[in-house]
Every structure is written in C-alpha cells, then in structure tokens.
C-alpha cells in the first residue's frame, strides 16, 4: 500500500498540461503515492449541473490532500446557457468549485508565495520573497448575496438607505476566522525565521469588519514579540509593493485583499505562470496553481508548469516530506537560473513537459 493517497484534480483547459507535468517530477522524486482521479470542473456542471459531483467530494475524503490543475469560471448566465437542455430552466446555480472546496473541508488558509527566483527575465526586482496569508472562507467571498434587497433586511438601521432593486453582498469576518488565518501566519513566520508580518486591511473605513481583523492582528502581534509587526491599509500596500516590495516578509489579510495583494505578487515575479498556493485546513489541503484554465491553449502543453511544479513543493511540505521539497525547489531554481529550458512566457521555445523533464533530471 502506498504511503499517501493523492486526490488527482485536472479540472479543466490546461489543467491536464500542467498535472501532466506535475507528475513527472513527483516520479522523478519516487514519492510513494497512489494518485486517484476526481472528476471536476466545467464538462460535469455542463453535462450534471454540478461541477464538484458527490461521487468526487466522498473521494477526497478518503485522500491525504489534493493536487488540482485549473478551473473555468463565467457568470451565472453564461453557465446557464452551456447546461445541458434537460437541465435548463431547473434554476440550478453554478459555483466555483475550488470555492466550494475551501468551504466543504474549512481550507480556511491561503498560502501564496511569491519569490524572485535567480534569472528570471520576468522578474520585477531581485530579492523578493514574500509569503501572503490570505483568509479563505470568509469576507465578501462567505457567498451570501441577495438581489433584489428583501424587505425584511431594509428594516435595519442603515439599510433604508439601499435601493430595494440592489445588489448586496456581506463581508463577513468573524473572531475565530480572523484569529486563526492570523495566528497561522505569525507560526509560519517563527517556525520558518521570517523577521516581520505585515497585516493588510481597510479598517479606517470599514471600521467594524476590516477593524476586528485589525484589533486581533494587534493582540496576537504582542504573544510573538520577536517579531516585527506593522500593518497598512490595502491600497497603500499594492502601492508600496509596487515600489519596495523586498521590504516585505509575510502578509496576512481578509480574503478579497488577500486574493488582489497575491496576484499582484505573483506578477512582480513572473506572474500566474510562477504563482502557486496552498489551501490549508485543520484535516485536509489542497495544492494549486494560481492560474485559470487558459481554453485556448488546452492539450498543446505550451504553458508554463513551474507555478503548479512549486504547487507540488508546498504540497511536499505539508506532507512533511521536506528533504523532497527542499531538492525540488532547487532544481527549479537552477532551471530557471540556466535559462536554457523555458516556455514562451519566458522568451523561450520549450514544452510544458520539456520543462518538467528538465527539473525532474535534477532531482533524480
């Protein structure tokens, strides 16, 4: 029997190219795993009406973690339009299913780091190497909306002043979710020797949500005091990590602040063709890259697979399998830093597998 048991997640477009990938270097690293295939993504909302099946979510339980390629994502009426005839008209809702996932098994950490790696010809600057905590599960991401506003919400305090034909979402922070996703940031910080955490946030106008996040950032910042602790409203930060990014150590922030600080990161390193991340809870993680689907280049392995390669890295060390890790991130390192093997985000000619085959020959 195989040491861990991997849910295998192509979902959709490119997702197969990069997973492909994927696998070629956790071969090369001779993980003793047993992969086992889900289905998800856009073909079963089009064909089921659902594009996280039951039959995937009981599959996932009874893995370790989970290694997911790339989703599709369109609005409400445009997902309508792909079901299939039999399932038009039965109001059924579309949702993403990697938000459906983080929400399912409380994934309630999102670890997105972003490093400058040595001769990257699309780095902004040397020396960056931040790591982002972003909440997963709550914010304006919490997935409670109404449209129109019902009569009964107009009767609070404020909510008079709402148009009954608007659009309304909550933002939605609790003490427990803001206390964890903090607290998970300052123990990554210690246990890894980062110097500062910095706390992202908008509490100078939304003074209740945004404000508790704050407060709690500020009393758990006193428990690590070897670390240094400062925070910055969210549009002075993607200022500031524009202009001075190597400045920066770990980031925690909400979720939406989180999700616009991470992707603006990822291109100050490459962009979403180097931008992994780790969805983390108490009992179950899944490893992604950033990037979307990318349809129209689906099957013709030309994107880059180094954001899902370091997907695989975090994926190793929440495994506690370090030393494979450690060999892993090298390889990419010293693959990027050659510069020979590259794909066309690059300025090169190569192959989503050609690149992997050459990370893999150096950690075989």
Known sequence: MAKYRIAWLPGDGVGKDVLDAARIV??????????????????????????????????LKTTDCALFGAITS?????????????????????????????????LYINLRPAKAY???????????????????????????EFHPVPEEMRKIPGMERVPADAAVSLKVITPKGAERIIRAAFEYAKKKGRKKVTCVHKANVVRLSDGLFLDTAKRIAEEYPDIEFDHANVDAMCMWLVKNPERYDVLVAPNLYGDIISDLASQLVGGLGFASAANIGDNYAVFEPVHGSAPKYAGQYKVNPIATILAVKLMLEYLREEEKAEKLERAVAEVIEEGKVKT????????????????????S
């Open 344 to 363: 066309y985000d690059m300025g090169g000619e190569n192959t989503t597998l050609e690149v992997a085959e050459e990370i893999a020959k150096k950690v």
């Open 118 to 144: 040595k001769g990257n010809p699309l780095n902004i600057k040397e020396g960056i190497d931040l790591v982002i905590f972003r909440e997963n599960t709550e914010d304006l991401y919490f997935g409670v």
């Open 26 to 59: 956790l071969d090369a690293l001779k993980l003793d795993a047993e992969y086992v295939h889900g289905d998800i993504g856009w073909e079963f909302w089009c064909r089921e009406g659902n594009p996280l099946p039951e039959r995937t979510i009981e599959m």
């Open 74 to 106: 369109k609005p409400q009426k445009e997902a309508e339009e792909e079901l299939a005839p039999e399932l038009k008209g039965k109001g059924l809702q579309y949702r993403s299913p990697i938000v459906r996932l983080r929400q399912l098994f409380d």
